[in-house]
C-alpha cells in the first residue's frame, strides 16, 4: 500500500523556520517526482513546490521562491520542505503529493500525504 | 500562470440529480487537467485525470470530458457519500494551478 507519512509541523514565530517530511513506502520513491501542496484555513489548495526524480528539476510557487527548498533522500524514500522567513500568510495544512504515474510531466496527484499543519503566529 | 476559474463556486442538488460542475483555463492546456474531491476534513482524492479519464477506484458516476480551455466534470446520480469540494487543477505547466473549488451540498 502507497503511503506518505508526513511531520514536521507545528507553532512557529513570524521569521522563523521549519522543515516538513514526507516519509514514503510502498512504492519505489525514487522512480516518482513528488510535489507539496498547501490549503490555507478555510481555502482552496495552492500548489508550492515540485522536485524530480532524481531530485534534478526543481519548480516554486512565487509565493515561496527565494525562502524555501525543496529536497529529498532516496536511500531513505524521504522528501523535505524547509520554509524560511515564515509568514502569517504561510500557515496551512501542507501536503505531500505524489503522481500517479511514474512517466515525466505526469502531474496528477494521488495519494496526499495525511497533511501537517503550520501555524506562523507571534 | 494558467488562471484556472470554476463555476459555481457552490451547487445544491437532491440525491439522484446530475450535477456538472465547469473550469475554465486561461490558456489551452490540451487535456492536461485534473478533477479532485475533498470531503469535510478529510484529505483530497484524485478523481479524474487527464480531463476524462477515471482514477481507479472511483464510482463510474463520475466523468469528466473537454479540451483545450473549458472542461467539465459531472455527477450523473448524486448520491449523499457525494458531499464534498471539487477542485481542478491543470497539469500542463508550472505553476501547477487549481480552480477555486465548487462546494456540492444536498437539497
Known amino acids: 500500500e502507497v503511503q506518505l507519512l508526513q511531520s514536521g509541523g507545528g507553532l512557529v514565530q513570524p521569521g522563523g523556520s521549519l522543515r516538513l517530511s514526507c516519509e514514503a513506502s510502498g512504492f519505489t520513491f525514487s522512480d516518482y517526482a513528488m510535489s507539496w501542496v498547501r490549503q490555507a484555513p478555510g481555502k482552496g489548495l495552492e500548489w508550492v513546490s515540485a522536485i524530480g526524480s532524481r531530485g534534478d528539476a526543481i519548480y516554486y510557487a512565487d509565493s515561496v521562491r527565494g525562502r524555501s527548498t525543496i529536497s529529498r533522500d532516496n536511500t531513505w524514500n524521504i522528501l523535505y520542505l524547509q520554509i524560511n522567513n515564515l509568514r502569517a500568510e504561510d500557515t496551512a495544512v501542507y501536503y505531500c503529493?505524489?503522481?500517479?504515474?511514474?512517466?515525466?510531466?505526469?502531474?496528477?496527484?494521488?495519494?496526499w500525504g495525511q497533511g501537517t499543519l503550520v501555524t506562523v503566529s507571534s | 500562470d494558467i488562471q484556472m476559474t470554476q463555476s459555481p463556486s457552490s451547487v445544491s442538488a437532491s440525491v439522484g440529480d446530475r450535477v456538472t460542475i465547469t473550469c475554465r483555463a486561461s490558456r489551452d492546456i490540451s487535456s492536461r487537467l485534473a478533477w479532485y474531491q475533498q470531503k469535510p476534513g478529510k484529505v483530497p482524492r484524485l478523481l479524474i485525470y487527464s480531463a476524462s479519464s477515471l482514477q481507479s477506484g472511483v464510482p463510474s458516476r463520475f466523468s469528466g470530458r473537454g479540451s483545450g480551455t473549458d472542461f467539465s466534470l459531472t455527477i450523473s446520480s448524486l448520491q449523499p457519500e457525494d458531499i464534498a469540494i471539487y477542485y481542478c487543477q491543470q497539469a500542463d505547466s508550472f505553476p501547477l494551478t487549481f480552480g477555486g473549488g465548487t462546494r456540492v451540498k444536498i437539497k
Open positions: 503529493v505524489k503522481p500517479i504515474f511514474t512517466v515525466p510531466g505526469t502531474r496528477w496527484f494521488d495519494p
